[in-house]
C-alpha cells in the first residue's frame, strides 16, 4: 500500500510541476480503498492538466524522466510482486491500446492485445 500511496504522491508532484509550482506533499497510507482512490484521484488530475493545453510549467522531458519514471519504476516493482505472490499481470502491447485522455481506471477499453 505504501508504494501506491507514493505513486499517488508522484502523480500529484508531477501535476504541480506541470502548474510551475513543484511543490512535494507526501501523504500517508490509510486504507487500501481510500489510498488506491487517491491515486486513481491524483492520475485524473494529473491527466486533465496535461490535456487542457495550458502552457506546462516544467518541460515535458522533465516530467518524463523525474516524477512518471519514478512511478512507472513502481509499477514494475508491483507487478513483480504480484508474480512473485501468484497474481501475474499479462502483459499488454500498450502501442496499440485503445488510450483516451480522461479515461482511467475501470473505465478503460479492455486490453487490445496481450501477451502470454
Known sequence: MEIVAHMADLLDWARSYSQGK????????TT??????RYTQALQAFDAAIASGA???ASEERLLQGPIADAL???GQLTMLRGAFG???????YFVARI?????????????????
Not at 513543484?22 to 497510507?29: D, E, I, L, T
Not at 487500501?32 to 482512490?37: H, K, L, P
Not at 497474481?87 to 502491447?93: L, T
Request: glycine fraction near 12%; aromatic fraction near 6%.
Open 32 to 37: 487500501w480503498e481510500e489510498t488506491t482512490a
Open 22 to 29: 513543484g511543490v512535494w506533499a507526501p501523504v500517508a497510507p
Open 73 to 75: 519504476t513502481h509499477t
Open 55 to 57: 502552457t506546462l510549467g
Open 100 to 116: 483516451e485522455a480522461g479515461v482511467l481506471g475501470p473505465s478503460q477499453a479492455a486490453p487490445a492485445r496481450e501477451f502470454d
Open 87 to 93: 497474481s501475474p499481470v499479462k502483459g499488454e502491447n
